[in-house]
């Protein structure tokens, strides 16, 4: 009987080509994502518990670390945006009186309704 084909991975395999680099660092980006969404979270959580609650949370928020964890944060979350809208192009395929929509026009397109989108949320909040 013969022996089942194991394929072994390096754990260097990332390091082996530029694409796959950028590909881990992309994916690692994701983290800052995910702890912008659980600080947005958990701020939801405590103005909800009170005045109290909240203004302990904010005060927290407010020391050094914290400032430069979520700089580290903001860095990778518009690492993150820009990388997606970059990949945009090729999630979607849109036809437009049969042509097919240029690669510019649909990132483009996107940062256009990033700005519009912020700006009704500002218009929103202030």
């Given at each position: 009987m013969r022996k089942p084909y194991v394929y072994e991975i390096p754990s260097n395999w990332w390091k082996k080509k530029s694409n796959y680099t950028r590909y881990i660092f992309r994916e690692l980006t994701s983290i800052g994502t995910a702890i912008l969404s659980l600080v947005m979270l958990i701020s939801?959580?405590?103005?909800?518990?009170?005045?109290?609650?909240?203004?302990?949370?904010?005060s927290f928020m407010q020391?050094?670390?914290?400032?430069?964890?979520?700089?580290?944060v903001l860095i990778s979350s518009i690492f993150q945006t820009l990388t997606w809208f970059?990949?945009?192009?090729?999630?979607?395929?849109?036809?437009?009186?049969?042509?097919?929509?240029?690669?510019?026009?649909?990132?483009?397109s996107h940062y256009a309704m990033s700005v519009v989108a912020s700006i009704i949320i500002l218009l929103l909040v202030f």
């Open positions: 939801l959580i405590k103005f909800a518990q009170g005045e109290q609650a909240y203004n302990g949370w904010i020391s050094f670390w914290i400032a430069i964890i979520m700089f580290i970059a990949i945009a192009p090729k999630a979607i395929r849109l036809i437009s009186n049969n042509q097919v929509v240029s690669d510019k026009t649909i990132t483009l």
